[in-house]
């Protein structure tokens, strides 16, 4: 019996540890709106765009069907955080316990939102991956930038309507909830924009480090 030895990437677990972590602390720090000038965005805004960084970095390095499991493992993850904090939430608190009001504003899990979060992130990070791979193929590695963004731009865009759509319509007025989209979208938008040339630089680097450069066609179904 011949045994085939496995090919190991010395980075890729890193960002896989990094993607996750990223989408639960987003999560868990969306419960915060913030108003900073005339912007109004959930905390989670500031951070949820490294997501989309390093779902470019995995799909242009180690393909697309990778980047799918992975996206895969993450809603796992966030199910399961969403799970444990709705289990904790129903627990009876001891009597000397007064913090359970606190942990509910925080913590406490809002239904219509935990399915909004989990519906988009699937949404936007397989479409994200999608997009990426396939442009890659249709340009023979070429435009790399031009990829990047137009990958973010129709990512972001379903992540941002469909979580607002999911977990804010009907509970404000029209024109807040479209500045409210609006606002969030540009935001992360602009994030992936500047750092995308620190984006850039990072992908040459792990190109070199592992030796790898996967060209990859995904198939015409997003979860094939």
């Not at 030895?5 to 990223?22: G, M, N, W």
């Not at 913030?34 to 500031?46: C, H």
């Not at 000397?96 to 936007?124: D, P």
Request: charged share 15%; aromatic share 12%.
């Amino acid at each position: 019996m011949i045994k085939q030895q496995q090919r190991r990437y010395s980075l890729y677990d890193i960002f896989a540890v990094f993607f996750v972590t990223t989408l639960l602390v987003s999560n868990i720090v969306s419960v915060k709106i913030v108003s900073v000038g005339w912007l109004t965005f959930d905390a989670g805004t500031v951070l949820f765009p490294l997501a989309y960084i390093v779902g470019d970095i995995i799909t242009e390095v180690y393909g697309y069907r990778r980047m799918r499991r992975l996206i895969y493992n993450g809603v796992a993850a966030l199910t399961l955080m969403t799970l444990t904090f709705w289990v904790v939430q129903l627990l009876p608190a001891d009597s000397s316990w007064t913090g359970q009001a606190a942990f509910e504003s925080t913590l406490g899990v809002v239904w219509r939102l935990a399915i909004g979060s989990v519906t988009a992130l699937f949404v936007g990070e397989i479409m994200n991956a999608y997009v990426m791979g396939r442009m890659k193929v249709a340009s023979r590695g070429r435009g790399l930038w031009w990829r990047m963004v137009s990958s973010s731009l129709a990512g972001n865009a379903l992540d941002t309507v469909i979580f607002s759509t999911i977990a804010f319509a009907g509970t404000m007025p029209m024109t807040s909830f479209w500045q409210l989209i609006i606002t969030v979208f540009l935001i992360k938008m602009a994030v992936e924009i500047m750092v995308s040339p620190l984006t850039m630089r990072l992908i040459a680097r792990v190109k070199k480090r592992e030796k790898m450069d996967t060209f990859e066609q995904p198939a015409k179904y997003l979860v094939n």
